[in-house]
């Protein structure tokens, strides 16, 4: 599995507006929502989900790192979409930091593996300084999209 | 299941690492061959709990570097994901010992969630826990209950989502 196997490139946000973890989330919501994702009906359902599970412990990772997520029956496959803070926003993440690179992952019910295999794979090419600094310097949706796609495992070229 | 290069991979005794069979004392760097059976462990426990009670540097030294490992079933029926890897690591951290957890032939640090996260750990599966350190029986008993866990203490938001 690569990044660019579930994060939807017209979904992408280049520079969030957003300065809390609640906007951050619902402005990811709403942008997966205009790329064609969810009933109107569920967005809201969708941004309670994902806090809901944000007050559990934070999906900050560290390193400027999180991704938000949660199950919900509003999609059959895996989707995801990815965000940039320029000015980072709080997140309450382990290692105190701002948050600046977020991706959103939204699972159906029945698909654990394909959700564990997209931690996984964010993690891993997250790994990465130098693809952590190229995305946070990315300024449009086209250059982000270019990057995930390049991030492309070993084992698959 | 490609099997990833990491830092945490096990010296190349050039092949990966055999942990499916379940007595394998698997190549790592400081693997001492004891592999021993939970009930073992209780056994250590046992031995080892009063000396640990006050649990001076000294006598931490020369009970030292058990060795210990068992085989978990993965329970949960989401697999390994972030929170239950959250409790694992919060537990591990109570602990002196240093803890290990291999799956598909891959070794991670039970301290880093990163690491944890890295091994996807997929329902139904089992992992292999190793424990090596002066608290390592107490330890191993503790957090093989924690992996085995259904899903951890907290309630489970997701899952009480209404169906849209």
């Known amino acids: 599995m690569r990044m660019s196997n579930f994060v939807v490139r017209e979904s992408i946000i280049p520079a969030l507006q957003a300065t809390t973890k609640e906007g951050v989330i619902r402005e990811m919501v709403l942008s997966l929502h205009q790329a064609g994702y969810f009933r109107d009906n569920e967005l809201e359902d969708i941004v309670r989900a994902v806090m809901r599970r944000e007050q559990i412990g934070s999906t900050g990772i560290g390193r400027g790192i999180a991704i938000p997520h949660t199950r919900h029956s509003g999609v059959d496959r895996l989707v995801g979409t990815l965000a940039i803070s320029p000015a980072g926003v709080p997140f309450e993440a382990i290692d105190g930091e701002n948050v600046y690179v977020f991706v959103l992952l939204i699972s159906p019910q029945d698909r654990p593996g394909d959700h564990l295999r997209a931690l996984e794979n964010v993690v891993r090419t997250m790994k990465d300084d130098n693809f952590v600094r190229a995305l946070r310097q990315a300024d449009s949706r086209e250059a982000t999209w270019n990057l995930i796609d390049s991030a492309q495992p070993p084992w698959e070229r | 299941m490609s099997s990833y290069r990491t830092e945490s991979r096990p010296p190349a005794e050039g092949e990966r690492v055999e942990v ?65 890897i959250s409790a694992f690591v919060q537990a591990a951290t109570r602990f002196q010992s240093r803890i290990f957890l291999w799956y598909d032939g891959r070794k991670a640090d039970g301290r880093s969630q990163l690491d944890l996260m890295l091994l996807a750990v997929l329902p139904n599966s089992e992992v292999e826990l190793e424990v090596q350190g002066p608290d390592a029986s ?27």
């Open chain 2, 20 to 84: 499916e069979s379940p007595n394998a004392s698997s190549p790592t760097m400081n693997d001492t061959p004891l592999p021993l059976a939970l009930s073992d462990a209780a056994d250590f426990a046992a031995r080892l709990n009063s000396a640990f009670s006050t649990s001076s540097t000294e006598s931490n030294r020369s009970m030292g570097e058990e060795s210990l490992r068992c085989r978990v079933a993965i329970n949960n029926p989401y697999g390994l994901h972030m929170r239950p």
């Open chain 2, 138 to 164: 107490e330890a191993i008993q503790l957090l093989a209950g924690v992996l085995a866990a259904p899903e951890p203490d907290n309630p489970e938001p997701e899952s009480l989502s209404p169906t849209a």
